[in-house]
């Protein structure tokens, strides 16, 4: 006998079962979906993380020695120069970094940094601009080297140097030749002038002393400085007060002649003087004080002003004429002796007629009154000793000592003429 079954159950039975390629898909589909949201939550992570470890090893905190002052400063970059730019610390083409730019940058590293500036660098008294890094002056020596070892600057080691500008002075060892009181020494030093080497070695310098070489000059190597003592004493002596030459002009003489009207005498002063001897040697003299004892007489030479016609012949009242000369006389003596001086033509027509009217060019020609001797008639004739011994018989002698009278007195003979027509005698 067969049962039935219950509704439900046939139901369930009965009704319609699915295929098994659609049993196998959606076995498989439901799991899929879940895998491709744990796999896309993971890549997210992976990138955050990735990109946080980056981030990490971009950042850097450094400490940064700046011109001689540490700071500490934080920024992101692979290398020393991109850690400094980005906090702010600019480097030029002749600044000093250490690690270079260039140099992969650590976590925690320490950076020197050292900004180039203008130094004014004077050494040994020759200047020159110069770049440099250095922050004081011991860096500056340390950078030159063997060139000033043992040198002397003008600020201690220690001192920093300042910015643009900053003057340094450097003075290197030098072998020097000092000669003091007759005493020489050869000896080492590191002065920068004349006078710094002369105080090292203790030389005192009055001011009346001399140095061979200005005390600022510069010291080079191998000089020779000599020191020459000065002793300074006073004294007086009586001098010569000259006279003067005073000119006047007088219209009555003609224009190119001349007339002494005084003739000059030289006076005396006494005069208090301060002298330097070096090695009893007068060097030096200072005058004091002068006082005049004697009054000098001025030398008056009064001038010719009147015009004279240009052609006034030869033979007129102010220029006579003159006859031939016979050879051998005094007068041949004196036309030579004349022209020796440049005395000719109308020179020579005053000195004839002047010596005619005196003494007939005579050499033994006497004026018993005055005692006048001679051609030129000197008073008295022994003035013409002057010259030589043979005046009174050589007329040579006595022409000479004429012509230097006129000279002396009035010039020219031209001269010594108009003087002879104005008083009658010259």
Known sequence: MRHSA???????????????????????????????????????????AGGTSAFAVMHKTVKVDLD?????????GRTVGDVLAGSGVSVGARDSVQPPVDTGASDGEEIVVRHAHRLTLEIDGKSQ??????????????????????????????????RDGTLLRVSTAKSIHVV???????????????RDALREL????????RVS?????????????????????SGTETVVAPYATVRESDPKLPTGTSVVAQSGRSGSAIVTFEADYIGGNEVARRLLSRVVVGEPRNLIVRVGTAS?????????????????????????????????RGWTGDEWACLDNLWARESGWRVNAGNLSSGAFGIPQALPGSKMGSVAADWRTNPATQVTWGLNY???????????WASFRTNNWY
């Not at 001689?68 to 992101?76: D, M």
């Open 180 to 194: 003091v009181d007759d005493t020489a020494t050869d000896t080492a030093t590191t002065a920068s002038t004349v």
């Open 308 to 340: 004279v016609p240009a052609s006034a012949p030869v033979g007129t009242a102010s220029v006579p004429a003159s006859a031939p000369v016979a050879a051998g006389t005094s007068r041949a003596v004196g036309q030579a002796l004349a022209a020796a």
């Open 406 to 416: 006129i000279a002396g007195r009035y010039g020219t003979p031209c001269g010594a």
């Open 6 to 48: 219950p509704v439900d159950e046939i139901a369930a039975i009965d009704a319609p079962r699915p295929r098994m390629g659609e049993r196998v898909a959606a076995r498989f589909r439901r799991p899929s979906s879940r895998l491709w949201q744990v796999a896309a939550q993971v890549g997210v992570l992976a990138i955050v």
């Open 202 to 209: 203790g030389v005192v310098l009055s001011a009346a002393d």
């Open 68 to 76: 001689g002052h540490v700071v500490s400063k934080s920024a992101f």
């Open 129 to 162: 601009s110069v770049w440099t890094t250095a922050l004081t002056v011991g860096e500056v020596l340390d950078a030159l080297g063997s060139r000033t070892s043992g040198a002397r600057a003008s600020a201690s080691r220690s001192q920093a140097l300042g």
């Open 213 to 233: 070489v200005p005390l600022d000059t510069t010291l080079v190597d191998g000089v020779v400085i000599v020191v020459s003592r000065v002793t300074t004493t």
